[in-house]
């Protein structure tokens, strides 16, 4: 679904800050390019067509039209309070102050890359927390300045520092009633990770046919459901490797695979190496 986002009338950018669940927490895009920071709670983000786990301090860079949604992994009754803080801002008036101001010329490289959406990690990621923090106390230009200075400490991040999200750019969006559809196929889906999900089951869980379901996803992944679901499992595979002590072997189940080596070989091709390794090399967010 497209978001419409109501800007500050007072401001160039929209800084604030809201729970989970929330209205807006839902699968969405918006032509704002958006700077995000998870303050609280585990879980899966979806981005484009990727999907990865993120835990309390995941920041990221999402760039315009580009689909998104945070899902926390959360009893059914608990709410976290105050889960995302972000700001949105319009693209093209960044793109138009470049060709301006010499000293934003890097911006619309920063833009186009967005567009695949950005994570950063380290030193970038500490620092830029607090600046998106600062942003939301500061008025007038000073809101504007600190905006600008966030946007240049993200072009300066060090290659390790940040990374890519989504292998394709901007998937064409869907219209409002098949992201509703695909937002209730989804959270049908988290719900169920653990258990044999078939697309014949989300078909019927949404009283549509299972050919229509699957060009759902197609259009909203570009992986399809089969693909997704890997994607899914995996991402939740890493939250649990992050966040638990426990055993990969009960890691592999819990998150819906049937055998440790399917789910090896499955974790390898979507992370690049071992769920042990994994767990090893990449601390805790």
């Known amino acids: 679904m497209r978001e419409l986002v109501l800007m500050d009338s007072a401001s160039a950018l929209r800084w604030f800050q809201h729970d989970y669940p929330h209205p807006l927490a839902r699968w969405h895009h918006h032509p704002e390019i958006e700077i995000h920071l998870i303050t609280d709670s585990s879980g899966t983000a979806q981005i484009g067509g990727a999907a990865r786990a993120f835990a309390p301090g995941a920041f990221y860079l999402i760039g315009s039209g580009l689909p998104h949604n945070w899902v926390s992994s959360i009893a059914p009754e608990e709410a976290v ?30 833009l186009e890359t967005s567009r695949h959406g950005i994570e950063y990690f ?57 992201s509703d559809r695909f937002d209730q196929a989804m959270s049908f889906v988290h719900e169920r990770l653990d258990d044999s999900l078939r697309l014949a089951d989300v078909a019927d869980a949404l009283d549509m046919s299972p050919a229509h379901v699957s060009r759902l996803f197609s259009r909203a992944t570009g992986a399809g459901f089969a693909r997704t679901l890997i994607r899914l499992r995996v991402s939740e595979a890493c939250r649990l490797l992050l966040m638990t002590d426990h055993p990969v072997a009960d890691i592999c189940y819990s998150a819906g695979f049937t055998n440790l080596s399917n789910f090896n070989r499955r974790f390898r091709e979507e992370t690049g190496t071992t769920p042990r390794a994994y767990r090893s090399s990449r601390p805790a967010q």
């Open 81 to 110: 309070p105050g889960r995302d803080m972000l700001i949105q801002v319009d693209p093209g008036l960044l793109t138009e102050l470049s060709g301006l101001v010499p000293d934003l010329v890097r911006v619309p490289k920063l």
């Open 122 to 178: 380290g030193a970038t990621r500490e620092r830029a927390a607090t600046l998106l923090e600062e942003i939301g106390r500061a008025r007038g230009i000073r809101r504007f300045t600190g905006m600008l200075d966030l946007l240049d400490l993200l072009m300066d991040a060090p290659p390790e520092e940040r990374e890519v999200i989504s292998e394709t750019a901007v998937i064409t969006p869907l219209e409002k009633d098949d």
